[in-house]
């Protein structure tokens, strides 16, 4: 597609459940990212893709969180157990890998809401 | 560890008005790249301007422009002629080859008509 695209857009979960947030990167991106954000806050690194490396998963906050990336391209992060501190945006971005030259493109997020 | 501080979490003037917004960062890297991104309530965040560490040009965008202070490790970003729609969170980002980028906490940015 033209952007990055993360489904849902808004979910609503009780505590204790499971989540999965989806995010479809821009076509040929092989780098793709996953921050938090808060509310008022910025922006917490999560994970990061690249290619067929292994994930640095060195920003998840507890083993409650996961990643995936199937066949290089759509990522889903999982979060087991819910709480309600893990209430936040969730956003997903990519870039081409070759460098900075035009940073990161991201989605539009799925705000998550544990009650 | 690189940390990215942006020490001004709220702003607000006139539309028309020019703005300036600070941000510092500390790194012992040399080679680096500095972003300003906007994020409206949609929530998309949206690249602004980029800097590149040994470029000593200050970049410019239209109405936006920044002031790269590389030895003071600041890097503001300033809008000129603001607009209604410049209305948004701005967050200040670092990257170098660690391929993450680090943001600071971002400043709320409303432009009054």
């Known amino acids: 597609g033209a952007g990055v695209s993360q489904s849902p857009s808004n979910k609503v979960t009780e505590k204790g459940k499971d989540v999965e947030l989806r995010c479809d990167p821009i076509s040929g991106h092989t780098a793709l990212y996953w921050y938090r954000q808060s509310l008022g806050q910025g922006l917490e690194f999560l994970i990061y893709f690249q290619g067929n490396s292994a994930p640095d998963k060195s920003g998840l906050p507890s083993d409650r969180f996961s990643a995936e990336r199937t066949g290089g391209s759509v990522s889903t992060l999982t979060i087991q157990r819910t709480q309600q501190e893990d209430s936040a945006v969730y956003l997903c971005?990519?870039?081409?890998?070759?460098?900075?030259?035009?940073?990161?493109?991201f989605g539009s997020g799925t705000r998550l809401t544990v009650v | 560890a690189q940390t990215v501080t942006q020490s001004q979490p709220e702003m607000s003037v006139q539309e028309a008005e020019t703005v300036t917004l600070s941000c510092t960062y500390d790194?012992?890297?040399?080679?680096?790249?500095l972003f300003w991104y906007k994020q409206p309530p949609s929530r998309q965040m949206i690249l602004v301007i980029r800097?590149?560490?040994?470029?000593?040009q200050n970049a410019t965008e239209n109405r936006f422009s920044v002031n790269f202070q590389k030895a003071a490790k600041s890097f503001s970003l300033k809008i000129s002629d603001s607009q209604l729609g410049d209305t948004a969170m701005y967050f200040c980002?670092?990257?170098?080859?660690?391929?993450?980028?680090?943001f600071g906490q971002g400043t709320r940015l409303t432009i009054n008509p």
């Open positions: 980002a670092f990257w170098s080859g660690a391929q993450k980028l680090v």
């Open positions: 971005a990519s870039s081409s890998g070759t460098g900075m030259t035009y940073g990161y493109t």
């Open positions: 790194t012992s890297e040399n080679n680096y790249y």
């Open positions: 800097q590149e560490a040994y470029k000593q």
